[in-house]
């Protein structure tokens, strides 16, 4: 193997990488990168991909890229592909050049995509297992909006009407409604639904406040 190819170098430059991008490319631990716009991130993260691929032989099915987007998984995808045939290109041994080759002939099967997509391919192909039908859909945003409102519709009225069943008494959700309005009570509870980890957190602090001292903030 040539220093060239031991290297690895940014895919759009000719440039070395930084001695804080080399860190990133470190597999023998778990690292977390911060970085800022237009620093590199995504360029790190495919050298770093291509280093798993190549320098420890791993099977192309075997490495997880996880993505925020579908936008950025294909992107990634790539990127890959381009950095892969810019490694051909230079590649001097007959054996990285044929590796070269294998990946980018699997890089279909590559998994590369957001959370959802890796979830939703998991459990497809283990459907039976996991008790579920294999023909299932990944809800959209504007779906997950509509059945929020729905639902936050239903609660409201039953409380109206007196039919919501709940381990606080109704004394209570009356004392809640005179401090504040429907509509803020509404909006909490679409906060509470969209973002259940941080209200969990929320739950957690003001649980160990009095009614008194929380009112008084």
Same mark, same amino acid.
């Given at each position: 193997m040539t220093h060239q190819d031991a290297e690895p170098r940014p895919a759009n430059s000719g440039k070395k990488l930084?001695?804080?991008?080399?860190?990133?490319?470190?597999?023998? /631990?778990?690292?977390? %990168?911060? =970085? @800022?716009?237009?620093?590199?991130?995504?360029? #790190?993260?495919?050298?770093?991909?291509?280093? &798993?691929?190549?320098?420890?032989?791993?099977?192309i099915r075997r490495v997880l890229a996880i993505t925020f987007t579908e936008k950025a998984a294909a992107e990634m995808t790539e990127r890959v592909a381009r950095r892969i045939n810019q490694l051909l290109t230079g590649a001097h041994s007959p054996k990285r050049y044929a590796r070269l080759l294998e990946i980018r002939e699997q890089l279909s099967s590559a998994q590369i995509s957001t959370i959802h997509g890796f979830c939703s391919r998991?459990? /497809?192909?283990?459907? %039976?297992? =996991? @008790?579920?039908?294999?023909?299932?859909?990944? #809800?959209?945003?504007?779906?997950?909006?509509? &059945?929020?409102?729905?639902?936050?519709?239903?609660?409201?009225?039953?409380?109206?009407?007196?039919?919501?069943?709940?381990?606080?008494?109704?004394?209570?959700?009356?004392?809640?409604?005179?401090?504040?309005?429907?509509?803020?009570?509404r909006r909490l509870l679409e906060q509470s639904l969209y973002q259940p980890h941080e209200m969990s957190l929320a739950a957690s602090v003001l649980s160990e406040q009095s009614d008194e001292s929380y009112l008084q903030q």
């Open positions: 930084t001695p804080e991008q080399q860190l990133a490319l470190q597999t023998d /631990r778990n690292i977390s %990168v911060t =970085a @800022g716009a237009g620093s590199g991130k995504t360029t #790190i993260l495919v050298e770093r991909y291509l280093k &798993i691929l190549l320098d420890e032989n791993t099977p998991v459990l /497809r192909e283990f459907a %039976v297992a =996991a @008790g579920i039908d294999p023909d299932f859909g990944i #809800i959209k945003e504007f779906q997950q909006t509509v &059945i929020l409102e729905e639902t936050i519709n239903e609660v409201l009225e039953a409380l109206d009407n007196e039919t919501l069943e709940s381990e606080y008494p109704r004394e209570e959700w009356k004392e809640l409604l005179r401090c504040i309005s429907l509509n803020t009570l």
